[in-house]
């Protein structure tokens, strides 16, 4: 089972570091620390499907590291 739970883990996480890197919120440095282009209108299409995917799994990544810890 706790072989399972790492697999697991490492599999979501790896589709985690995936969508978020497929997120565009500005390319320049200065938008990192909220200088520039502060506003963006709503997400549409696939943009709201990656937000919604790296939400899901974050949340499952919280789970499986909740119950790795406990087994």
Do not use: D, H, P, W
């Not at 979501?12 to 440095?29: C, D, K, P, Y």
């Not at 282009?37 to 590291?65: A, C, D, H, N, P």
């Amino acid at each position: 089972m706790n072989k399972f739970l790492i697999g697991a883990q490492i599999i979501v996480s790896s589709l985690l570091i995936v969508t978020i890197l497929l997120q565009q919120r500005g390319a320049a440095l200065g938008s990192a620390f909220g200088f520039e282009g502060s506003f963006y209108g709503k997400m549409r299409g696939i943009q709201r499907k990656i937000f919604l995917s790296t939400v899901i799994l974050g949340g499952l990544f919280i789970i499986l590291s909740l119950l790795n810890l406990l087994a």
